[in-house]
């Protein structure tokens, strides 16, 4: 397996590579939101005086005074409707103005002296109250049942199993906390528009800023290589961006809008909360017959968004009979949005939470349990998995780990004030391939040009281009230079959905082939070419032919030909006849306080089956990135909501908890890397949300393995253990 | 129902006329400059001085992203005034590498692989520069408890460590 170095490293070291907020053109001024401060009703009126008056104001933008915005009109993961185009609120934090000034100091202040005036409703604010009138979602399948044959309904089939276990599990919102806050910067140029913003795919933002304006996809040049971290929360675009980009065209001059971090809380959207009610039948040996799970969603009535929480029971292991169903909650929160592995985190949280306590009630280790009830087909498409080595991941984690090593007894194992306990527990997150366009420029100078408009939010995917691209042409990474990040490139997967290099890798490839072949073609036939009319081909970044070889870039030069650019598309695969899943098992040991109860994670280990794995250096970091943001959702994260106000209580970054240095210890990661050949010819199906799957439930089963607690709510804090 | 801060009326007003006189050296080249006293350190490399290689992820002292040296000690640049830093001697990220030679914090993090998305990164290497030169990076425990107040949200912290250890041998 390769390991190279991160490509974007040198300038991400130095402090050179610039995101969004790091550009300032000519005659910028400063925009600064104004957000609601009810959670549901209608502004009655907005006193903007004292603010046009304060220094350096240049406009005050309000629902009384609004740039104009077109409604958008696809779907997204974030709001369904553009800002300040009407009084209504409906949640706290929303958008409701824009102070744009000289300096960041004067908007910021400027801002603070608007005054709003509401009539307010009571907003719907508690998912506990919502829950009896949870409702099936509008335009979503309510339930789907499979059931053996003469089996009428899952709860029959739980009844006649010899063991069975009914629990629910909940978990709270969460939020991203990306540490770059969104920032939009939007310059015109006559009618053409220039736009620096974070995004996961920066064909995303053409797409809202064309509609919202009114303008053409070709008028608008989205420029952002670099982003600082996404997790679903730069998919959507967020209302600063239009509303800055319209701003900025009524002014006539570049403004820069950068939320603070209490609006990014807000503006931005955030995962929802859920309920699980799980039931698990299985027969004396272990063998699953019954899978049920009924899951509930929070919603915001600004957006459609919810978590399919309970789908991941149809899939991960196999079962005769199985059950699950969706319902909703809406209330009146910030737009509800993807968060990695969205449903499926929160899923698993449950399942395996589940497959534990069944365990305990067959008395069979955990992992013996998951072994049982490995399945080579999923469960309800009857498809085979493409290519799946889940007991692999087991059994090499077990032995690596030393699993062998936990008492099957809770409670038993002490070492000084500190109960410790061992869980492990699957991780999964579904694959694809989707189609992408990637063009390949040889130049002159002996260098390769890889451009799409993908992302790099930290992956590591501008270097899986480099390391690609260059195999195939036969020179070194470094001598690739990744282009991502630009709307004007062709369309290549965005990053999203863990779609990236499962899409775009085989795309690279393709062009970096036809561009061997482009270049093998001029040499044959270009009139000043040496190789004219030779059999040309191509090895080690060389033109052969008549016993000569020359570097392509010395070629081009001889020619006076300063590139050759080709674009190529990789075709989404149909997955007709296959499933496709990426897999893998988490190990953790973790500690509890005897006396404080607080829980400690000592060790992990996650193995991994994701097929190819292009860079292990970066795809290692990748894994433990999403363990750490699991532990956090394990025992940290919980956006508190006041169920009276509708207001974020803990939107702060001291108040909002996630993992720090000292909460995380050695993550161990192995990669399998068996190529998936059924997807692709590269193999690599994707990495970016698996790990985070799974690993809350093997803390929380590692933590009763500890103390004999089952902690069924996440966070799992220590007032839960005491 | 009535919203927003009548407080910050008259400050703001009478603040913003008012300019304030600092000079210091940053990056080891003597800054002159009339900034508003409500600019903090952070916006002013940024916006001012465009150094925008410190970052703002909270604004509020949360995050550790702005993290520079004022006199060779590690501050949050978001929570200090530019106004307090007449004749002090500020470094950043932007100040590590002598030329193309970088600092030997920045080398490990690249070795490590210390960060994924970089946001972070400026004031995580700043913060590591610092505690080596503080002597606080003897043990693993030391460098992880040394290093929590800067939020990593991409989870390089394992990483964190080994570079920390690799630049302190
Ligand atoms: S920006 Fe200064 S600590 Fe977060
Ligand atoms: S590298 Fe992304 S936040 Fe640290």
């Keep these: ?722 | 129902m009535e919203h927003g801060d009548p407080s910050l009326r008259s400050s703001s007003e009478s603040a913003a006329n008012r300019l304030v006189e600092v000079t210091c050296t940053v990056n080891g080249t003597a800054r002159s400059l009339r900034v508003d006293p409500r600019a903090t350190l952070l916006d002013t490399l940024r916006e001012r001085l465009e150094l925008t290689g410190t970052k703002k992820g909270c604004d509020r002292g949360q995050c550790g992203a702005c993290t520079v040296h004022v006199d060779g000690r590690r501050v949050l640049s978001c929570l200090t005034m530019v106004a307090t830093l007449d004749g002090r001697e500020v470094t950043t990220i932007e100040g590590l590498a002598e030329g193309d030679r970088l600092h030997p914090v920045q080398r490990a993090f690249i070795d490590q692989d210390g960060f994924q998305c970089g946001f972070c990164t400026s004031g995580q290497i700043m913060s590591a520069v610092a505690l080596l030169r503080e002597g606080h990076a003897s043990t693993d425990g030391e460098i992880r408890e040394a290093m929590s107040g800067n939020i990593c949200r991409c989870g390089a912290y394992p990483n964190i460590v080994e570079a920390v250890k690799q630049a302190r041998s």
């Excluded at chain 1, 609601?36 to 629902?63: F, H, N, Q």
């Design chain 1, 1 to 722: 397996m390769r390991s190279v170095n991160r490509e974007d490293g040198p300038v991400k070291v130095t402090g050179a590579a610039r995101y969004a907020a790091d550009h300032h053109p000519e005659g910028l001024a400063y925009g600064y939101l104004i957000t609601s401060t009810v959670a549901r009703g209608t502004i009655l009126g907005m006193d903007t005086a004292p603010a046009e008056r304060a220094p350096g104001v240049i406009a005050v933008y309000t629902p009384f005074n609004p740039l104009r915005l077109h409604p958008y009109t696809q779907a997204d993961t974030a709001e369904l409707l553009p800002p300040l185009q009407d009084d209504r609120v409906c949640y706290y934090g929303q958008v409701i103005g824009l102070v744009v000034a000289e300096t960041f100091e004067q908007a910021r202040d400027a801002a603070a002296l608007v005054t709003t005036r509401y009539d307010a409703e009571r907003p719907r604010a508690s998912f506990t109250a919502g829950l009896p009138n949870a409702t099936p979602p509008s335009g979503g399948t309510p339930e789907t049942d499979v059931l053996a044959p003469g089996v009428t309904s899952i709860d029959e089939a739980l009844a006649a199993s010899d063991v069975s276990i009914t629990e629910t599990y909940t978990t709270p919102a969460e939020t991203h906390v990306a540490m770059e806050p969104h920032a939009t910067v939007a310059s015109w140029t006559g009618d053409r528009l220039t736009v620096h913003t974070a995004s996961q795919g920066v064909r995303l933002p053409v797409e809202r800023l064309t509609e919202s304006l009114g303008i053409d996809a070709a008028q608008i040049h989205v420029i952002n290589p670099y982003v600082g971290g996404g997790f679903g929360n730069k998919w959507g675009t967020w209302a600063h961006t239009p509303l800055t980009a319209a701003a900025a065209r009524a002014l006539g001059r570049p403004v820069k809008t950068v939320l603070t971090r209490e609006q990014v809380f807000t503006v931005i959207g955030h995962r929802p909360i859920t309920s699980q009610t799980v039931s698990l039948g299985a027969a004396a040996d272990g063998t699953l017959v019954a899978v049920k799970n009924d899951g509930i969603s929070s919603k915001s009535a600004a957006n459609d968004f919810y978590e399919s929480v309970a789908d991941l029971s149809l899939a991960l292991y196999g079962s005769a009979n199985l059950h699950v169903s969706r319902k909703v909650v809406t209330m009146d929160v910030p737009a509800t949005t993807i968060m990695r592995a969205p449903a499926e985190s929160n899923g698993s949280f449950a399942l395996e939470s589940a497959m534990d306590e069944l365990a305990d009630a067959l008395g069979m280790d955990p992992l013996d349990l998951r072994l049982k009830n490995d399945t080579p087909s999923h469960p309800v498409s009857g498809l085979p998995w493409s290519s799946k080595h889940l007991e692999e991941c087991y059994r090499v984690g077990a032995e690596r780990f030393g699993w062998s090593r936990r008492s099957p007894r809770p409670g038993t194992v002490t070492d000084g004030d500190w109960l410790v306990g061992l869980g492990m527990a699957t991780a999964t997150f579904g694959a694809s391939r989707g189609e992408a366009s990637i063009e390949v420029r040889l130049r002159d100078d002996g260098r390769a040009v890889v451009s799409g408009a993908a992302a790099d939010l930290g992956t590591g995917q501008s270097t899986v281009f480099a390391i690609l691209a260059a195999e195939v042409l036969g020179i070194p990474v470094d001598r690739v230079t990744p282009v991502l990040g630009d709307s004007a490139t062709p369309p290549a997967a965005k990053a999203g959905g863990s779609g990236s290099t499962s899409a775009n890798g085989p795309a690279v490839r393709l062009a970096a082939e036809a561009a061997k072949e482009a270049v093998v073609k001029l040499a044959a036939e270009h009139e000043k070419s040496p190789f004219r009319g030779e059999a040309v081909t191509y090895a080690d970044g060389e033109v052969r032919g008549g016993g000569d070889a020359m570097p392509f870039g010395e070629l081009l030069a001889l020619l006076g030909v300063p590139e050759v650019e080709v674009t190529a598309t990789s075709p989404r695969h149909p997955r007709r006849e296959h499933a496709f899943r990426s897999f893998g098992a988490h190990f953790c040991e973790v500690r509890v306080n005897r006396w404080t109860g607080e829980p400690r994670v000592a060790r992990w280990l996650c193995v991994v089956d994701a097929g190819t794995i292009v860079n292990v250096k970066t795809a290692r970091s990748q894994i433990a990135g999403g363990v750490v943001m699991g532990i956090g959702q394990a025992l940290l994260e919980d956006l508190r909501i006041e169920p009276d106000t509708g207001r974020f209580g803990n939107a702060t970054m001291a108040d909002y908890l996630v993992p720090v240095n000292t909460d995380i210890p050695p993550i161990d990661v192995e990669f399998l890397n068996y190529p998936d050949t059924v997807l692709s010819d590269l193999g690599a199906r994707g990495i970016g949300e698996l790990s985070i799957v799974g690993a809350a439930g093997a803390v929380a089963n590692a933590v009763h393995n500890a103390t004999g607690r089952r902690v069924r709510d996440l966070p799992i804090t220590l007032d839960k253990l005491l």
